[in-house]
């Protein structure tokens, strides 16, 4: 390999290869033959790969010491620079020539270009292989960095448990979620992702619901700040945690911002935070009322999304109060009934009609008592539709460890 030389140190101080000490000797016969890409090309696969490791996603260009920007990425060749042995996938059909082109170039940060040229990433990491994850990279920046057509959002994000493990959207996760609905988030100083709200607590006692409120009160001063400055007018919410604290976060960031919140899928790939489409048709929603009860204080509210809630395992002094139920009319309940965001908003406007018409038909109604097996994005609509002022109070109820519900948290009228 052939070093920059120190009058382009300014510009972009590449490395294209950093071969240890054994390398080098057996690699010295290919030296006569290798000469750097031409420095056109190695400053396009930098700004298409917009300094970040093609794999990895880390990024390149590292801060200024004392006035001198350091870079430590590394342009790898996907076939290798020459056809010799010792010259990782030099045996691929691409010719000679078109090996310095950009197309078989890459920007890789040490550790992931040691991988793919270590022996056995060689079997792994194909020419093909490569290839792929380039082209995925490139997309992926051109079109988080197309900033005429895409708005800026707040992330407001949740660290939770669940099943005694802590879960979070991680930031890949979240930019692949960002970039499909065409948004940038918010640069907040230094964090990439700006708002983000300690749920781990296991919830066993009524303090735990409380802490959760309190934890989200704190961040929604965070958030209000921003909005009223004007910075941003939209935020993207990756939030799971217990469906009362969820419903308490949509109350507190209300209707009026636009808010697009994400659902975690079952797919355990980065994209797994990023909306699917239908395969069965959007579900309808409807609900039944109760015949008796009208001049009753309380009612019940049962929400039939992911599950059917059984009456049975509620508090026994619920058990007397008129019952109304949404459940999706032209399919089941199911974990993936709310696949998509068309979905996810006739969810929403299912629930808005059942608030106005409680509104309507029960107007002595000062108290839900809300049973909800939902998924969480539909649990933060829940608390986004809800009307202060309008709406009764909302009791919002979690399913406990011995399948019994038990009362969580209150959200006021
Ligand atoms: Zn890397």
Redesign the pocket.
């Known amino acids: 390999m052939v070093r920059e030389s120190a009058n382009d140190a300014d510009l972009l101080n590449v490395t294209v290869h950093q071969p240890g000490p054994s390398e080098v000797a057996s690699s010295l016969s290919d030296m006569s033959k290798r000469k750097d890409p031409p420095r056109p090309v190695v400053v396009s696969v930098w700004a298409k790969a917009a300094g970040r490791?093609s794999?990895?996603?880390?990024p390149q260009l590292v801060s200024a010491i004392r006035d001198v920007t350091v870079t430590i990425g590394e342009i790898a060749h996907q076939a290798g620079a020459t056809e010799g042995k010792k010259s990782p996938r030099g045996d691929a059909d691409v010719s000679l020539p078109a090996r310095d082109k950009e197309e078989n170039l890459m920007l890789?940060?040490h550790?992931?270009h040691r991988k793919i040229d270590s022996t056995s990433g060689q079997e792994v990491y194909t020419v093909e292989v490569l290839r792929g994850i380039k082209e995925q990279h490139e997309a992926m920046v051109a079109a988080l960095t197309d900033f005429r057509t895409e708005s800026r959002t707040l992330v407001v994000a949740t660290r939770s448990t669940v099943r005694q493990q802590a879960v979070a959207a991680t930031p890949r996760e979240i930019a692949f979620a960002l970039v499909e609905n065409r948004r940038t988030p918010y640069a907040l100083g230094n964090l990439t992702y700006n708002v983000t709200i300690d749920l781990t607590d296991p919830v066993s006692d009524e303090w735990v619901w409380q802490r959760g409120m309190k934890q989200i009160d704190a961040a929604i001063e965070g958030i209000e700040a921003t909005l009223s400055a004007g910075r941003v007018d939209h935020l993207s919410v990756f939030a799971l945690a217990p469906i009362p604290l969820l419903a308490y976060l949509g109350h507190k960031l209300g209707d009026k911002t636009t808010v697009d919140a994400f659902r975690r899928s079952r797919d355990h790939t980065d994209r797994a935070w990023c909306w699917g489409e239908e395969t069965t048709g959007v579900p309808v929603f409807v609900h039944d009322l109760p015949d008796v009860g009208r001049e009753s204080d309380s009612i019940v509210v049962a929400l039939d999304v992911t599950a059917s809630v059984k009456t049975e395992r509620l508090p026994a002094d619920l058990t007397d109060l008129p019952t109304v139920r949404l459940h999706p009319s032209n399919a089941a309940p199911g974990p993936d009934l709310l696949g998509s965001r068309r979905a996810l908003d006739s969810f929403g406007r299912a629930w808005r009609r059942l608030l106005a018409q409680l509104e309507n038909d029960f107007p002595e109604v000062n108290r839900l008592h809300v049973v909800a097996a939902v998924p969480a994005p539909a649990a933060v609509a829940i608390g986004r539709f809800h009307r202060p002022y309008a709406d009764p109070a909302m009791v919002m109820y979690e399913l406990g460890e011995d399948t019994r519900y038990q009362r969580a948290l209150e959200i006021p009228a």
């Open positions: 490791c794999m990895c996603g880390d890789l940060c550790e992931c």
